[in-house]
T-cell receptor, first 117, second 109 residues
Framework: GAVVSQHPSWVICKSGTSVKIECRSLDFQATTMFWYRQFPKQSLMLMATSNEGSKATYEQGVEKDKFLINHASLTLSTLTVTSAHPEDSSFYIC?????????????FGSGTQLSVL | RKEVEQDPGPFNVPEGATVAFNCTYSNSASQSFFWYRQDCRKEPKLLMSVYSSGNEDGRFTAQLNRASQYISLLIRDSKLSDSATYLCVVNNAGNMLTFGGGTRLMVKP
């Protein structure tokens, strides 16, 4: 089946630094990728929808200048958490949508646990 | 009202039991429906897509009721390894994918 690679899987950083997370679709082209954030014991919260070659669409309440998304190719999207603060500590997950005709499936990366000290 | 709602549980069931979860959605224009399974601190994994005619995969059966706007997941002969959070995902028109809050299932010996 389709595979989505996400790395790093674990990041610990100091407050004020920036962290980049990569999400790659390994064996299919993903025109759309999604970035989620998940706090403990809560469900996934969509942060933004990343479309190849265009600007990302951010959900309400998500600061686009803080969470920079780049989707420069059909297989790669990156999320950069700029000037990270402890409240940004969370589990970040990307997903990529594979479409085959009328069927579609959503595949997830393995997630990145971000801890900001 | 949330777009996609699930009973958070937890559902505590003994091994071998049959358990069912429902998920209601508010947008009647929703087009695609899925059940995902998520283990603690892991990424969600697709369990099954939900088709209008319903579908079955081994011990798992998913059904869609468009009139009442809900989907269901039935697990027969529960195993300890079925313990996880089950996420209902609804795809509205366009790119909008909405997750339910998840239902926790704990299968006990």
């Amino acid at each position: 089946g389709a595979v989505v690679s996400q790395h790093p899987s674990w990041v610990i950083c100091k407050s004020g630094t920036s962290v980049k997370i990569e999400c790659r679709s390994l064996d299919f082209q993903a025109t759309t990728m999604f970035w989620y954030r998940q706090f403990p014991k809560q469900s996934l919260m969509l942060m933004a929808t990343s479309n190849e070659g265009s600007k990302a669409t951010y959900e309400q309440g998500v600061e686009k200048d803080k969470f920079l998304i780049n989707h420069a190719s059909l297989t790669l999207s990156t999320l950069t958490v700029t000037s990270a603060h402890p409240e940004d500590s969370s589990f970040y997950i990307c997903s990529a949508r594979e479409r085959q005709g009328i069927n579609e499936k959503l595949f997830f990366g393995s997630g990145t646990q971000l801890s900001v000290l | 009202r949330k777009e996609v709602e699930q009973d958070p549980g937890p559902f505590n069931v003994p091994e071998g039991a049959t358990v069912a979860f429902n998920c209601t959605y508010s947008n009647s224009a929703s087009q695609s429906f899925f059940w995902y399974r998520q283990d603690c601190r892991k990424e969600p994994k697709l369990l099954m897509s939900v088709y209008s005619s319903g579908n079955e995969d081994g011990r798992f059966t998913a059904q869609l009721n468009r009139a009442s706007q809900y989907i269901s997941l039935l697990i027969r002969d529960s195993k300890l390894s079925d313990s996880a959070t089950y996420l209902c995902v609804v795809n509205n028109a366009g790119n909008m994918l909405t997750f339910g809050g998840g239902t926790r299932l704990m299968v006990k010996p």
